[in-house]
């Protein structure tokens, strides 16, 4: 529990920010009524009537295979300059490394890869839905864990959300 008491009669501002370790599949989704984001990973499988997107659950994973990120990003409200940081297993490479703006789901953004994450950078992001979408491909075997995805206005910061943690299974 935490007390503040004030001894003037000046009126005072101030925040408490709690920082604490967790292990990233416990994490369970946030979101506030101006933000939401949801990320579902898929496996991309080649059929006669094109790709199809199959759900991580009811499937099997083994190196080599292609995987689709899908994020679902909701906003109730117009925001500028946000970010999110789409964290990633240490078994999953990224297909497209190059940085650079993008145009998809009606909104422009700068999306950057790095070593453990994915970033997007949102000058402007207008109330409504979006969604984007990205390959990875699954380079190890083992029980990893995928991380959360985390969007927040730079400018206002409470306005944030983030994602459940998710594992993954490679088999041989």
């Not at 998809?104 to 890869?113: D, E, G, L, V």
């Not at 699954?138 to 969007?151: P, R």
Request: positive net charge; contains cysteine.
């Amino acid at each position: 529990s935490i007390s503040v008491n004030n001894k003037s009669k000046v009126a005072g501002y101030g925040g408490v920010y709690w920082q604490y370790f967790e292990n990233l599949e416990n994490i369970k989704s946030d979101s506030t009524k101006t933000l939401y984001i949801t990320k579902t990973l898929y496996k991309k499988v080649k059929t006669s009537k094109g790709d199809e997107l199959i759900d991580l659950n009811k499937e099997t994973l083994k190196t080599g295979d292609l995987i689709t990120i899908r994020l679902v990003l909701k906003t109730e409200n117009d925001l500028e300059f946000v970010h999110l940081k789409d964290l990633r297993a240490s078994c999953l490479e990224p297909v497209d490394v190059i940085s650079g703006y993008q145009w998809n789901s009606n909104c422009s953004y700068y999306r950057s890869t790095k070593d453990v994450a994915t970033h997007f950078f949102f000058d402007a992001l207008n109330k409504g839905t979006y969604v984007l979408e990205y390959d990875i491909r699954v380079n190890n075997l083992g029980d990893f864990s995928n991380g959360i995805s985390t969007i927040e206005s730079m400018y206002a910061p409470e306005f944030t959300s983030h994602t459940k943690g998710i594992r993954v299974n490679v088999k041989k």
